[in-house]
């Protein structure tokens, strides 16, 4: 897929798209330092995209429960020369993970096509207006907190009422700065500020957030409410990552973003053909 077929896909999603994760990281919870040179990272994305990946989403900074922030110049440093030598074989569609508008903008420079806030525009004021003036589409995501504190006893009245209240309120801030909703994605934000019965409360209800009528992205790969309820090492919560898919894939979701692609890739096969997609 490339950047025209993918804006084709956002005005009519049809088939699901497999959003494969590339952490550039040295402490991401699942995959820290796996990558941590150019080669080992443009390989595993020539491995990803032969196995059925749509979207390779870039990150520099780690966003796992209790992390901390990095300077900009180093997340500079470790996500633009991987994108710039991805850009060198091929015109996949590349997702720039990051809530600095700095961070971004390099990205965007450096041909990456997508903006995957996880703050969902509330951490940087700048990010609006530069997705504005680049028009890419842009991913907002929910969060409570911030990574270094999102864990810590999150709580909500209503746990979907409130995702959508803040999705109105930042697809409203998005507009006013010229984004067009035809360029906007949500992403709950599995595990971002959330209890393990949230995360599954989400999938469950996931068609009202499906109900906005904007695609929906969801991120269970791997993550602790799987390992919690499996008894469960990061490495071994497969069978659960594609049990978590499988439901959002038949309450609405549009994209699923993962570290196991061939897996989710038949997966997602299957999952179609039980909704009655060919």
Not at 163 to 171: G, R
Request: overall charge negative.
């Amino acid at each position: 897929m490339n950047d025209s077929e993918f804006r084709s896909w956002l005005l009519s999603p049809s088939r699901t798209l497999i959003m494969g994760i590339l952490n550039l990281t040295p402490d991401s919870f699942s995959d820290g330092g796996h990558y941590n040179s150019i080669q080992k990272a443009l390989d595993h994305t020539i491995k990803m995209i032969e196995s059925g990946a749509d979207i390779i989403d870039i990150g520099g900074e780690s966003t796992r429960p209790g992390s901390k922030p990095i300077s900009i110049n180093e997340e500079i440093d470790r996500t633009i020369p991987v994108i710039e030598e991805i850009r060198k074989i091929s015109d996949c569609i590349i997702s720039i993970d990051s809530y600095k508008s700095e961070v971004v903008k390099a990205a965007l420079n450096a041909n990456a096509n997508i903006v995957n806030d996880i703050s969902g525009l509330t951490f940087d004021e700048n990010m609006v207006k530069l997705i504005s003036e680049k028009k890419v589409p842009l991913i907002i995501m929910h969060m409570k907190g911030k990574p270094l504190d999102m864990q810590k006893n999150p709580s909500y009245n209503n746990l979907i009422k409130e995702i959508c209240n803040f999705f109105s309120k930042q697809i409203q801030l998005a507009n006013s700065a010229g984004i067009d909703s035809q360029n906007i994605i949500l992403d709950p934000g599995i595990g971002f500020g959330k209890r393990v019965e949230d995360n599954f409360e989400i999938i469950r209800e996931l068609q009202q957030i499906c109900a906005m009528g904007l695609p929906v992205l969801i991120g269970p790969s791997r993550k602790s409410f799987i390992g919690e309820t499996l008894s469960a090492p990061t490495a071994d919560r497969i069978e659960g990552t594609m049990a978590t898919i499988t439901a959002s894939l038949m309450n609405g979701a549009k994209i699923v973003r993962v570290h196991d692609i061939k897996e989710t890739q038949r997966t997602v096969s299957i999952s179609e053909r039980i909704m009655g997609f060919s």
